[in-house]
């Protein structure tokens, strides 16, 4: 059974940065996805990566900011978040599937789910 493990939360003021992995039991799904959910708000794609080619794609809101990486030695994919703004407040989960380019973004699409780490950025 695929699982996924998430670390690297916490609380940190506006403009600081924070690093978080992902650690899959396995490598078999093509797709692999950062959401976000804000207190009171839907949850959201931030990035993804395509883990045969490592092309990654980002939310508007996070570009420039925030990169997506992977590491296939250690089967973990990495979030790392630089600048970071209140608004990127929010429970961080990773995400895997077999998901087109143009459909990324949307979390109905993904089958497996980590439990999720919070972010918490003050002002």
């Known amino acids: 059974q695929m699982q996924l493990v998430e670390s690297g939360g916490g609380s940190v003021q506006a403009g600081g940065s924070l690093r978080l992995s992902c650690v899959a039991s396995e490598y078999t799904y093509s797709t692999i996805g950062w959401f976000r959910q804000p207190p009171g708000k839907e949850r959201e794609g931030t990035a993804v990566i395509y883990t045969g080619s490592g092309n990654g794609y980002y939310a508007d809101s996070v570009k420039g900011r925030f990169t997506i990486s992977r590491d296939y030695a250690k089967n973990t994919v990495y979030l790392q978040m630089n600048s970071l703004k209140p608004e990127d407040t929010a429970m961080y989960y990773c995400?895997?599937?077999?998901?087109?380019?143009?459909?990324?973004?949307?979390?109905?699409?993904?089958?497996?789910w980590g439990q999720g780490t919070q972010v918490t950025v003050s002002s």
């Open positions: 995400a895997a599937g077999y998901v087109p380019q143009v459909r990324w973004y949307s979390y109905s699409e993904y089958r497996y």
